[in-house]
């Protein structure tokens, strides 16, 4: 599923996904940058990771890898899952945000990907915000 600049995604597990179209404040970037965001909730991308601006959205796969920001490097999606007591029942309720490249940029109650890290120097951000209804 494509998720648009400006819409909302409503999840067949009862989430919704949302991607506002407006740019977050400075004072929010800063926030950002200094750390102090919920992953649980939200996460802000940087568009160059993105350059195409596509986004999509799809359940986890076998063998999906992710490199959350601060981690030493890429891992099985399957074993960070693991390693943080994410209950089975949840595992495939939660969406998988990945670029037009295939790779997975956020997954909600971790970081965001390493490679799309917001920087002093990012022109454009990308937020993305998830909701559990």
């Known amino acids: 599923m494509v998720l648009p ?11 919704c996904l949302a ?3 407006k740019t977050p404040s400075p004072e929010c970037l800063s926030a950002v940058i200094a750390g102090k965001t919920n992953p649980n909730e939200e996460a802000f991308l940087s568009s160059e990771a993105i350059p195409e601006g596509k986004l999509t959205v799809r359940k986890r796969c ?4 992710f490199h959350p920001l601060g ?19 949840l595992r495939d309720a939660l969406p998988v945000v990945l670029s ?11 970081p965001p990907a390493e490679q799309a ?4 120097a990012s022109e454009r951000v990308i937020r993305l915000t998830y909701m559990v209804s």
């Open 5 to 15: 600049a400006g819409g909302r995604l409503f999840l067949p597990e009862g989430g």
């Open 19 to 21: 991607r506002p179209a």
């Open 62 to 65: 076998p063998g999906d890898r």
């Open 71 to 89: 981690a030493p490097g890429q891992r099985k999606l399957k074993e960070i899952f693991i390693d943080q007591k994410i209950p089975s029942r």
């Open 100 to 110: 037009s490249k295939g790779t997975i940029l956020w997954v909600p109650g971790f």
């Open 117 to 120: 890290k917001v920087k002093a």
